[in-house]
């Protein structure tokens, strides 16, 4: 099969266009046509390479998955060949404490497609039985590989960890990125304010027709202070981040008495201060959060079967446009999500 792969870490060079042998499925995995997949900035760190840590090179990049079935293990009996699929981009080892109650992104062995094993960068991939499911009615399959890995760290972070509830107000940091606009969409379900930011008039209106009720340019505009503004000095119950350096500081700022920071990510830099006196006289809370369970993203994509969610794509490239898709994030010239038709 024709594959995007990378063996060494580099620019987007290190995007190679090969033939690769086709994957056979074991008796607990299923094998998928993949007819598109989603470009994460977890792509590029695997394919730049992040210091002090070790991907299993050479490694198929592509965390997200749509496509359709054709084979099923001898053991799978969830799906069939011919079924529409969306794939789990976390992978577990499925028989631990954290598996068996449900917290399979808590397992020791947990990792995602395109990190840890081959991803969806090519015509063909495998996965476990219990990574696939049904693809939602009503959307495109460029439309099912945009919302995996935002929406389930959107969803986790949200719901799970800052247990947002109706009436907070919600400020979304990085509105124009996939889980920027997955945390639009998943606030506004709950019923909550949200404040978001974007750079730009194009990504600040954009944003705005997504559902954000009040939006700010951060490239014109103090963030912290426009959210006092907004709220009558009050300041945010609970802070989207994950951009890192670049907004931390205004973050922080930006909290209420009590508020919850919640973050997945530092695209711009993971070194930050705190002042401590500024955290516990405003009794701040500040939660680190990775990934969601294979339940939450069935909770999300029923969600989105339901028209409740709807992915935001930028464009749509074909495969061997790939380094090309690379240079536009990494430019910061994309709303939403790019898509990869194989």
């Known amino acids: 099969m024709k594959a995007v792969i990378v063996r060494s870490h580099g620019g987007v060079d290190a995007l190679l266009h090969e033939d690769v042998a086709d994957p056979s499925p074991a008796a607990d995995e299923v094998l998928v046509r993949v007819q598109a997949t989603a470009v994460n900035h977890l792509d590029l760190w695997v394919r730049r390479g992040v210091p002090g840590h070790s991907f299993p090179l050479p490694l198929i990049p592509g965390n997200d998955v749509a496509g359709t079935v054709l084979e099923a293990g001898e053991c799978v009996r969830s799906v069939s060949p011919g079924?529409?699929?969306?794939?789990?981009?976390?992978?577990?080892?499925?028989?631990?404490?954290?598996?068996?109650?449900?917290?399979?992104?808590?397992?020791?062995?947990?990792?995602?497609?395109?990190?840890?094993?081959?991803?969806?960068?090519?015509?063909?991939?495998?996965?476990?039985?219990?990574?696939?499911?049904?693809?939602?009615?009503?959307?495109?399959?460029?439309?099912?590989?945009?919302?995996?890995?935002?929406?389930?760290?959107?969803?986790?972070?949200?719901?799970?960890?800052?247990?947002?509830?109706?009436?907070?107000?919600?400020?979304?940091?990085?509105?124009?990125?996939?889980?920027?606009?997955?945390?639009?969409?998943?606030?506004?379900?709950?019923?909550?304010?949200?404040?978001?930011?974007?750079?730009?008039?194009?990504?600040?209106?954009?944003?705005?027709?997504l559902g954000a009720d009040h939006v700010i340019d951060y490239l014109s505009e103090d963030v912290a202070a426009r959210v006092h503004e907004i709220t009558g000095k009050r300041g945010a119950d609970v802070v989207f981040e994950h951009v890192g350096e670049a907004t931390w500081k205004q973050s922080l700022r930006a909290l209420s008495w009590r508020g919850r920071l919640v973050t997945c990510g530092a695209t711009t830099g993971s070194r930050v201060s705190i002042d401590l006196k500024h955290l516990f006289f405003k009794s701040l809370s500040i939660l680190g959060s990775t990934m969601g369970s294979r339940a939450d993203l069935r909770e999300v994509l029923g969600h989105a079967e339901d028209g409740r969610f709807r992915p935001v794509i930028d464009r749509v490239m074909p495969l061997a446009e790939v380094r090309n898709a690379h240079r536009l994030i990494e430019e910061r010239a994309v709303f939403g999500k790019i898509i990869l038709a194989i």
């Open 83 to 209: 079924d529409e699929v969306v794939i789990a981009p976390g992978v577990s080892c499925g028989h631990c404490m954290a598996c068996d109650s449900g917290r399979d992104h808590h397992c020791s062995q947990y990792g995602i497609l395109g990190e840890t094993r081959n991803g969806g960068y090519a015509e063909m991939i495998v996965v476990p039985g219990r990574n696939v499911m049904p693809k939602p009615k009503g959307l495109t399959m460029e439309e099912a590989a945009a919302m995996p890995l935002a929406f389930l760290t959107a969803w986790h972070m949200l719901v799970n960890r800052a247990e947002i509830r109706p009436g907070e107000t919600v400020l979304v940091q990085a509105a124009g990125s996939g889980v920027g606009s997955a945390a639009v969409q998943i606030a506004k379900l709950w019923n909550a304010r949200v404040i978001a930011t974007a750079g730009g008039k194009r990504k600040t209106r954009l944003a705005a027709e």
